[in-house]
């Protein structure tokens, strides 16, 4: 089991934003992900696939936003370390800057992990599971 501590965003709003490791090949990008149940796949910055050189898909992906606002993005496949964990994943790449972190959705992240979220202890329990669907 893998334990982080909630990120504190204001003195009043904390989240469960945990630290990870985008790599393709020889290259890699320190970067951070937010734990979110409701997103059906992992999405990450655009601008990390294009330093990280990562072959994106010509199909635009739409997605909505919780504002409704439609974006696009495109498929490509990363490998993903989270606590020394590291597994290769397909995720969506999209313009998303105001967020300063990527999204740990359905597929890609929960299938991989079982999930704990305390809000009152502030920590996010992570468990890899031994079989992926």
């Known amino acids: 089991m893998i334990v ?3 990120r504190q965003v204001t003195p009043q709003i904390a989240r469960p934003v945990i630290p990870l490791v ?3 090949k020889s290259k ?5 992900g937010l734990i979110d149940s409701g997103a059906d796949y992992c ?6 696939a294009h330093e990280l050189n990562v072959q994106l898909s010509s199909k635009k992906h739409k997605l909505k936003s919780i504002a409704r606002e439609k974006v696009i993005g495109y498929l490509g496949k ?3 370390s989270i606590n020394g964990t590291s597994y290769n994943l ?13 999204i740990l959705g359905q597929k890609g992240f929960f299938d ?3 999930v704990k979220l305390s809000y009152q202890k ?10 992926v669907n």
């Open 112 to 114: 991989h992990f079982d």
């Open 22 to 24: 985008l790599k393709n």
């Open 43 to 48: 999405i990450f910055n655009i601008q990390i």
């Open 90 to 102: 397909t995720a969506i790449f999209a313009t998303m800057e105001e967020f300063g972190h990527g």
């Open 78 to 80: 990363v490998e993903i």
């Open 4 to 6: 982080f501590p909630y």
């Open 122 to 131: 502030q920590t996010i329990e992570l468990t890899k599971l031994k079989q």
């Open 28 to 32: 890699f990008a320190l970067y951070s």
